[in-house]
């Protein structure tokens, strides 16, 4: 309690102390002012204490302005947040609980969010269709890309699936077709992503785990 009255007692004097800087740097510029111009010292003090005034405010905008980038409202930065999380289609259309998430549906998962990424980056050929049938036509493409890896031997250092893997899969799963352009982009993404997955996937071929646990986050 003894703090907080002591610390009470000290605004006030720098309050006080500040107010009488201020007044006395006004007289002095009033002081100036009459020596140099047909003004009183209350004149030169006046606009003395208006000039600064003006300043003052004029200060506080441009240091307001250069530290508003970096006091942004928590709401603010949420939504930018928000703006940097991908559309995915979730892990549940494909794996209900976590001992179902056989090696199987995780490649299907991974591939079709693949697949779903590329398309939504296509527009002309996605803006006209629901997301869900979007969605769709990615599980489905994925699907086919998934049971043309099963087809494999595990004796190719690098995977691939092609044009005729692809549309061969989607007429046995009974997919719908979907035109060249959607092909050669599946055909792409797959590929590219089969880089980075080929190593786990060239040993579930050879081992044949398409249905045991993914260790796989």
Known sequence: MKSGFLFGLLMIAIYIISVIAIIGIAIGCGWVLQLLLPFSLFEGTLLALLAMGMCWAIWSKIVQGLMSPLNLPNNLYDEELDEDVFPEIPQTRFWKKPHARTWEKWITYTLANTIYDALLDLPEATASMPDQE????????????????????????????????????MARLGHPPYDEEILALTIRTVNEELIYLNEPVLNVIKHNLWQDLSDMI
């Open 134 to 169: 979007v969605q769709d036509m990615s599980v489905n493409l994925a699907e086919a890309a998934m049971h043309a890896l099963k087809t494999k031997q595990g004796r190719s250092k690098q995977l691939r699936v092609n044009r005729g893997e692809l549309v061969q899969q």
